[in-house]
């Protein structure tokens, strides 16, 4: 448990991030941000959820946008 002490994503779960990224910003800047489908046709939690729990590259941008989001957000 130590390790996550200073992980911002430690107990965020997936679902949590799409949210509250698609509360900020819209489906349609995040798929400016990160061009796939999941995000630029027909958009969807559940569609997004499906794709990036399958694609590792995906979801890591996804992360990266979320800690991005996170940094603006405190300061």
């Known amino acids: 448990m130590e390790q996550q002490k200073n992980n911002p994503l430690h107990g965020i779960t997936l679902e949590q991030?799409?949210?509250?990224?698609?509360?900020?910003?819209?489906?349609?800047?995040?798929?400016?941000?990160?061009?796939?489908?999941?995000?630029?046709?027909?958009?969807?939690?559940?569609?997004?959820?499906r794709f990036l729990?399958?694609?590792?590259?995906?979801?890591?941008?996804v992360e990266t946008l979320y800690l991005n989001f996170l940094q603006?957000?405190?300061s």
């Open 53 to 61: 729990r399958r694609t590792p590259w995906a979801r890591s941008k």
């Open 17 to 49: 991030m799409i949210i509250e990224l698609h509360k900020h910003y819209g489906w349609e800047y995040m798929g400016y941000q990160i061009n796939i489908r999941c995000f630029t046709h027909n958009p969807s939690v559940k569609s997004s959820l």
């Open 72 to 74: 603006k957000n405190r």
